[in-house]
């Protein structure tokens, strides 16, 4: 009990002098502060880019390879081979992935379409997308309310829908649109089923070629083949039409007439009857020889026309997440320099603390006080210094965290144990740069101290 009596003593006198010099304690304790606010700050930004790239993870979906056409519009089109003809991306190229390649889980069709829907007196642009069920499975999306295509719907090309939440919001609002139409372009749609809620970022969808889940209209492929478009159809038409029309589909010059408009041009640039099939396979260590397998099928199905490429989204977040943890320990150690500055910062004050109270460190020297009640005295001093900057920081942190988030729309995560890393690294400061003038101090000779002017 006497024990404790007397270091609370030591410490009393230690808070008494950090109060009599508060504001040289204030002005020593900014390091500390704005070091404790930097690395909470910094590491809220990584914890955020953290979690960006897991949840584009979950939208691109797990061990997801994607599979993409080239169109002849694109920059890419002279990597075409001249004179030969390529079906381009269909059906056909899906199946044969599920019924050959052993290491393939499920593979997802997709056609998309922009179009017009209608009810009652509201009209919206939309997206209208012809997929299967593995759609769903691959990207983990549940449906909130209703059912899936059937078997038969998807066989028979029916005219069903399941639609996304913003899509039932706008034109349905607080009623149930199970079993109610929607006109998309010229097709009247019965809705089956509403998509789970699902936000996407801007970046998911630009880079990774991620679907905003909740602005779309979701039909069978066959469906979407039957009644919307299918590229790769030729009608009557439009092979009177290639008598003067000068395109080309696969490396193969085809005439056309110089009667030309937009939909046309689209046509001919792009002659796939797919948009995107996305293949998911059963471990991630087969991503890379997978996704190697699919495109050498498909150069074999295309004659050789490199009209597609094969992206592995969860390579590329990998890489992604890689420079930015390189980022983030480049401004997490600039950060952590702070500290260190700080540090020093409670070194000088205390050395020059010591030399200012040579007298009192005699007096009390003299009077009985242990060397070991001085070194606790003042390695007391600088902890409350440090541990009152951490707190502070903390709180600046928190703030900026905050500040940041919502004035450059980053993503920032304030977790539990920055603020403990960083809280720990202040107090440990504290005690590493306090414990030298701590030690000066009970060197000192009691009768030189007495004697010190």
Not at 120 to 129: E, H, K, L
Not at 326 to 340: D, K, P, Q, Y
């Amino acid at each position: 009990m006497k024990f404790i009596e007397k270091y609370l003593h030591n410490l009393n006198l230690a808070l008494e002098a950090v109060i009599d010099n508060r504001f040289r304690s204030m002005l020593t304790a900014l390091g500390i502060i704005f070091g404790v606010a930097a690395v909470i700050a910094m590491l809220a930004i990584g914890n955020g880019a953290r979690q960006e790239i897991l949840d584009q993870m979950k939208m691109v979906g797990v061990n997801n390879i994607i599979i993409r056409p080239i169109h002849a519009e694109d920059d890419r089109r002279d990597e075409l081979s001249e004179g030969r003809f390529s079906p381009g991306l269909t059906l056909q190229d899906v199946e044969s992935i599920s019924r050959i390649v052993p290491t393939v889980r499920r593979s997802s069709p997709e056609v998309q379409i922009s179009a017009y829907a209608m009810k009652g007196t509201i009209r919206r642009p939309v997206r209208v997308a012809g997929i299967t069920p593995e759609y769903f499975e691959v990207f983990s999306l549940d449906l909130a309310r209703g059912s899936m295509f059937t078997q038969q719907q998807l066989k028979d090309g029916a005219p069903v829908a399941i639609i996304g939440n913003n899509i039932r919001a706008i034109f349905f609002g607080n009623t149930d649109p199970i079993g109610r139409q929607i006109k998309a372009g010229n097709n009247w749609l019965t809705v089956i089923g509403v998509v789970e809620d699902r936000m996407v970022t801007d970046d998911a969808v630009e880079n990774l070629g991620v679907s905003e889940f909740n602005n779309v209209i979701y039909t069978p492929v066959q469906t979407m083949l039957l009644r919307f478009r299918d590229r790769s159809a030729v009608s009557i038409t439009e092979i009177q039409q290639t008598r003067t029309r000068g395109g080309r589909r696969g490396g193969v010059v085809v005439a056309s007439s110089s009667n030309n408009d937009n939909d046309d041009d689209e046509r001919y640039a792009n002659y796939h009857q797919l948009d995107r099939v996305v293949v998911q396979v059963d471990e991630s260590s087969q991503l890379t020889p997978t996704a190697d397998v699919i495109r050498r099928m498909l150069e074999r199905r295309h004659n050789q026309v490199e009209d597609f490429e094969v992206i592995i989204p969860e390579l590329l977040l990998e890489q992604e997440q890689r420079t930015r943890d390189i980022f983030n320990i480049v401004l997490g150690a600039i950060a952590g320099i702070s500290l260190i500055v700080g540090g020093i910062g409670i070194m000088n004050i205390m050395l020059a603390s010591v030399i200012e109270r040579t007298r009192e460190i005699g007096v009390r020297l003299a009077v009985g006080a242990k060397k070991t009640d001085v070194v606790f005295q003042f390695l007391s001093e600088s902890i409350l210094i440090s541990v009152a900057g951490g707190i502070l920081g903390v709180f600046l942190g928190i703030g900026l965290s905050r500040g940041i988030m919502q004035f450059t729309d980053i993503l920032t995560i304030v977790s539990i144990s920055s603020v403990l890393i960083s809280f720990g690294v202040a107090a440990a400061v504290g005690i590493l740069f306090g414990y030298m003038p701590a030690k000066k101090a009970a060197e000192k000779d009691p009768v030189a101290s007495l004697r010190y002017e």
